[in-house]
């Protein structure tokens, strides 16, 4: 191999290397989802049902005040 040749594949050699060190911008936005166990998917459900079972008491207990006040106002 000759001078110049030597000299050329070194240059693209370190033209790669500085070409690799560059970090490209990312052109989705979406973020890596993460794994989630088996454990936490029933933990997060069991969260899930008690809120909505919350929610679900908190109408009731309305609904029923609600109607308690419309039946002593009609009287």
Same mark, same amino acid.
């Given at each position: 191999m000759?001078?110049?040749q030597?000299?050329?594949? &070194?240059? =693209?050699?370190?033209?790669? +290397?500085?070409a690799?060190?560059v970090?490209p911008?990312?052109?989705? %936005?979406k973020? @890596?989802?993460?794994?989630?166990?088996?454990?936490?998917?029933e &933990?997060? =459900?069991?969260?899930?049902? +008690?809120?909505?079972?919350?929610?679900t008491?908190?109408?009731?207990? %309305?609904?029923? @005040?609600?109607?308690a006040?419309?039946d002593?106002d009609?009287?």
């Open positions: 000759n001078r110049k030597e000299m050329i594949k &070194k240059l =693209a050699k370190r033209a790669k +290397a500085r690799n060190k970090v911008s990312n052109p989705s %936005t973020t @890596v989802e993460r794994y989630i166990s088996k454990a936490d998917r &933990k997060i =459900a069991l969260a899930q049902a +008690a809120e909505q079972a919350a929610d008491s908190e109408t009731t207990e %309305t609904t029923v @005040v609600d109607t006040t419309e002593s009609n009287k």
